[in-house]
Each structure stands twice: as structure tokens, then as C-alpha cells.
């Protein structure tokens, strides 16, 4: 069973409370970024017209 993945993001606040800073390692951020381009990706994709399974595999001669 995999392990859940403990988050290592620490939020600094100012004086009044309100969160002005993230902190986060390098493969967090990574992760980030990756993780809002796949979301783009899907949301400039999303009106495209659907395929069915049996159209890519006869597509593909599978």
C-alpha cells in the first residue's frame, strides 16, 4: 500500500494574520507547476469532440 504523501508547504503570516509567503521545497513546487500545465492543458481541451475507445483502436489497428 503506498504511503500518503505528507505536504511540506509552510505558510508565513504578517502581523495582522493573513498569509503572505509559502515556503515549499524545489519538488514541491515541481510538482506544482506540472500539476496547473496538465490543468491547462485539459481546460484548452475541453470543448474537443470525444472519441470512443473503438474509434482510437481502430485508429491504431489494435
Partial sequence: ??????EKVRFIKDSKGRVRH??????EYRQLVED???L???????EEALISLEEVKKELNV
Avoid: C, N, Q, T
Avoid at 500500500?1 to 505528507?6: D, E, L, S, Y
Avoid at 491547462?40 to 475541453?46: F, G, H, M
Fill in 1 to 6: 500500500m503506498a504511503k500518503a504523501k505528507k
Fill in 22 to 27: 509559502a515556503l515549499m521545497s524545489v519538488e
Fill in 36 to 38: 496547473l500545465h496538465d
Fill in 40 to 46: 491547462r492543458k485539459v481546460l484548452e481541451r475541453k
